[in-house]
């Protein structure tokens, strides 16, 4: 996982982002 606290404003976001896609993702994959 990266580390969010590091990057810049834009990284911080897509990297926050990105980590409610991989949730999302292991969420429905938890459901199957």
């Given at each position: ?29 938890w459901?199957?």
């Amino acid at each position: 996982m990266l580390n969010c606290s590091r990057v810049s404003h834009l990284y911080r976001f897509l990297c926050k982002w990105r980590g409610l896609r991989e949730a999302k993702m292991g969420l429905q994959q938890w459901k199957r």
